[in-house]
């Protein structure tokens, strides 16, 4: 799947306190790189595509139930061996669906990539303003393992990247990150 950026060049360096690099420079270029690699480690801590905006279709496999958990995924349309079906969404409460049921006695028949879900296979279309932060404060976190030398602040790693938070305010982002992306990890039952 295509990966969305969680953030923009312009917003990570607004956080920094730095002039963004010029579009043509290899600096902007490695921080574009760094904010698709949080954005895709952000979807791996979480378990799930927090978001995107494109619409795409996903192939499940039929078993003869008339409930399926499948990803979470905004205003699906669901066809059952090429037949359109109308299906109920849960949870109820949620922008996205992460279960769809069939009604009036229809089953999801056996069969391999019988059951094809199409929508925004994420939770939000729209970027969140929490996520977009958590994501300024990861990549800013690479930026200052690159420019800082010797060991200054807390330091971690995340997935194959050093971050680096020098300030006693950075430090404390980097712990709300942390709560932030908690609140939206998905749970296998």
């Known amino acids: 799947m295509n990966q969305e950026p969680y953030t923009t060049v312009e917003s990570v360096c607004n956080y920094l306190g730095i002039t963004p690099p010029s579009e043509s420079s290899v600096e902007f270029q490695e921080m574009e790189s760094w904010i698709l690699a949080m954005s895709t480690w952000m979807d791996n801590y979480t378990n799930r595509t927090l978001y995107r905006q494109e619409e795409s279709t996903i192939l499940y496999d039929g078993d003869g139930s008339d409930l399926m958990v499948i990803r979470d995924v905004v205003d699906p349309t669901v066809t059952v061996d090429d037949r359109p079906m109308e299906v109920f969404t849960y949870p109820t409460h949620k922008t ?19 059951v094809a879900v199409t929508g925004v ?16 404060v990861l990549v800013a976190g690479i930026y200052n393992a690159k420019e800082v030398q010797g060991k200054v602040g807390t330091s971690e790693t995340i997935g194959s990247y050093s971050v ?5 305010a950075q430090q404390t982002d980097y712990a709300n990150v942390k709560t932030i992306l908690g609140a939206y990890r998905r749970i296998a039952l």
Not at 126 to 131: G, I, Q, T
């Open 164 to 168: 680096t938070y020098r300030e006693p």
């Open 96 to 114: 996205y669906a992460s279960r769809i049921r069939l009604g009036d006695g229809w089953r999801f028949t056996r069969g391999i990539q019988n």
């Open 121 to 136: 296979h994420a939770m939000f279309i729209y970027l969140p303003e929490d996520v977009q932060q958590a994501c300024n």
